[in-house]
């Protein structure tokens, strides 16, 4: 199939907006559809989905991209499945006319299109490591916030944990079930060892798992490890077995819960570690008091006073630190003319993603510290950073010597000073002999600075506007079932993720449009056309996201 643009279509003369009358057009022009035909729609990039597709002009036309993209954005918007997705395009005139499709003879969208399209995107991500629907996303983000007015000088970030929708083992059943799977491959493919011919019944899966008693359960997971040691030594060097999926799953669980063929200790297995065979890429983690199995995701948000747009997005398995997704997000900004806020949980900063923040014009407000913070006048000493001198403490006396090695400031104080001083209890100088010593690295000196920034009102006031983005991991599990994807793997699930990213950028975008009033337009007449923005209950769209 080669590719092929889809151009801005002409009326035709049986275009299905011919058909309607005065008064349904009106209501067409004053739906949602009016925005997503006119704003959204000519924003997506066909020609970046060209790599897809053959390069030979002879071969079967694409049907359009732009079509199948804005479709799956659409879908996410309403909620729906592939199926009533395309039924929407089939029969509902907003669909068409906001996909531009109103003068095909055939919806160019078939049973298996949205399917196909993101197995191609998914083989070319596997292929490359370029995320195509990430990139398009992202990309129509920055025009969104450009239609919006979003002066973007103020971004915020967030994380949020994804479950994988393959079911939770056990260390028993993860072990069991990856052994299990490889004997039925080699079962369907060659002769079998009668040996192996019980985990082919149900019987013997339910007596493994279920009926075992608690002081029987590590004598099982040995007597199953023993087993899988057997298949990966009798079936290593027959490569039709050993090229299977199955087998380097079993040489990877082996490797992870054994050591030299005894079994591991519980705390020595890592959270990398396989979670289920069906989901390979699902990683563990424990955030806070809840255990997580699945995936992490990171958002970078643009807002100001009046909009907001999701600009950045990224997700990984869960291990994947907050720290790595700040360096990132920070090395895919722009440079700008002004600088920019970035406010962040503490678990974001860090000495050295600060540096490389402000090497970009970016200036990290972390709302609070990962660790807490010691109490320390330490940040009330008047220090020149620039000649690594420590000129006098906060009473105002001077130093006897002040040094700055290996990364760290030292200075001796009079004892006499510091004997008398009405703030010698909490002063962060340790008493010696003849003197008392004042010693802090550059690293933690900066961290106590930060602490006392922290207490200023000034600070409050900007670090409390993070928390409008800690919203968005709410509405992803309300209303897009993001713990429940049909899909599986970080690749597809990023897939997915993305598309309902775009979706509340898209309403976003429709609710910022509809709601700015028009040129010479009455704000009464305005707020009554506003209204008209409603759909059916099945369809209705909650831009409280």
Known sequence: MSFQLNNAQQMAINDSLLSLTERERKYLKDSWAETFSKEIFPLIKEERFSVLYSVNPVSRPNNPVNVYFGLLILREVFGQSDEEALYSLLFDIRYQYALH??????????????????????????????????????????????????????????????????????????????????????DKNTTLPEYF???????????????????????????????????????????????????????????????????????????????????????????????????????????????????????????YSDQKFAEEAIEKLPLEKEEITALVDGAYYSEEIDQKAKAKGIKMVPTNLVGGGKDSNAAQFEIDEKEHWIRKCPFGHKPINSKFKEGSYRAHFAQKHGNHCPFRKDCAVVEQKRSYLFKVSEKSLHRYQLIAKMGTSQYQELARKRAGIEGIPSVLRRRYGIDHLPVRGVVRVKVYFGFKISAINCKRLIKGLMNRPKEGLPVLLFNHLFSLFSFQRTYQVKFAA
């Open 101 to 186: 499709t109103t003068s095909f003879q055939e919806q160019p969208v078939s049973k298996n299109s949205l399917t196909n399209f993101r197995v191609a995107v998914y083989q070319y991500n596997q292929e490359h490591g370029v995320d195509l629907i990430q990139e398009e996303i992202e990309e129509e983000a920055k025009s969104f916030s450009k239609l919006l007015k979003i002066d973007g000088h103020t971004i915020r970030m967030d994380s949020l944990m994804i479950s994988s929708s393959c079911r939770k083992l056990s260390r028993l059943e993860i072990i069991y079930s990856t052994v299990a799977r490889l004997i039925r491959v080699i």
């Open 197 to 319: 011919k019980p985990y082919l019944e149900e019987s013997h899966y339910n007596d493994t798992i279920y009926r075992v008693r608690d002081k029987d359960l590590n004598s099982k997971i040995k007597k199953v490890l023993k087993d899988g040691l057997k298949l990966y030594h009798l079936y290593r060097k027959n490569k039709e077995v050993s090229k299977t999926e199955e087998f380097e799953l079993l040489a990877r669980m082996l490797t992870e819960q054994t050591r030299k063929g005894r079994i591991k200790p519980s705390l020595k297995i890592a959270p990398d570690s396989l979670q289920n065979p069906t989901d390979p890429e699902a990683t563990y983690r424990k955030k806070g008091k809840k255990k997580h199995v699945g995936y992490t995701a990171n958002l970078v948000e643009k807002f100001d006073d009046k909009h907001r747009m999701i600009t950045q997005y990224d997700l990984r398995e869960n291990t």
